[in-house]
C-alpha cells in the first residue's frame, strides 16, 4: 500500500423553529477535505457548499404550505485528475453554483421525517469561470452563458434515527 494522510473539517447544522402554526427548517452544510497519497499527491475528498431554509403555515395536522430557498456550490477548483491544476478543470466555486426558490408543501408527521414537496420550484445554475462557460456544461446551451433558468418540480425527504442521547443519524 500506499502512505497517506488526510483531513476533513465540516459543518452539518439543522435548526428548527417550531411554534403554534409556525415551522422553519434551516439546514447548513459546509464541508471541505483533502487527502495526500504517496506517489499520486494530494487530491479533495470533499467539498461541498449546501445552505437551505423553508418557512411553513400548518394547513393540517402534519402539513405544512411553504415556501423554500436553496444554495449549493463548492469552495475549490475541482480536476479531471484530482487537484492536478495542470488538468483539465471540471469546476469551481459557483461553477457550477445552483440557487433554488419554490413554493409547495411540507410533511412533517413527526420530528424523524419530514417530506418536501413543492410542485412551483425555480432552479438558476451559475457559470461564473468563464473557462467552464462552454455549451452543454451544467446545461448551458451556448458557449459563453453563465447561467441557466430552469422550472419545475422539487421533492426531497429527511428521516433521521436517534442512535444515543446526541447523536442522531
Given at each position: ?18 411554534k403554534d402554526k409556525s415551522l422553519w427548517e434551516n439546514t447548513i452544510i459546509l464541508g471541505y477535505g483533502q487527502n495526500n497519497t504517496q506517489g499520486i ?123 444515543m442521547e446526541n447523536i442522531k443519524l
Open positions: 500500500g500506499s502512505n497517506n494522510v488526510g483531513w476533513l473539517a465540516g459543518l452539518n447544522y439543522n435548526l428548527t423553529y417550531e499527491g494530494t487530491r479533495k475528498v470533499q467539498d461541498v457548499i449546501n445552505v437551505s431554509t423553508s418557512y411553513g403555515e400548518k394547513v393540517s395536522k402534519s402539513w405544512y404550505a411553504s415556501v423554500g430557498a436553496g444554495f449549493s456550490s463548492q469552495f475549490a477548483p475541482g480536476y479531471e485528475d484530482g487537484n492536478n491544476p495542470k488538468a483539465k478543470k471540471i469546476s469551481n466555486f459557483m461553477a457550477p453554483g445552483y440557487l433554488s426558490l419554490g413554493v409547495g408543501f411540507v410533511y412533517k408527521p413527526n420530528n424523524n421525517l419530514m417530506i418536501t414537496l413543492r410542485p412551483a420550484n425555480a432552479r438558476w445554475t451559475f457559470v461564473f469561470d468563464e473557462d467552464l462557460q462552454i455549451a452543454g456544461n451544467y446545461g448551458l446551451r451556448n458557449n459563453g452563458d453563465s447561467s441557466l433558468f430552469q422550472f419545475g418540480f422539487l421533492g426531497k425527504a429527511m428521516y433521521q434515527i436517534k442512535l
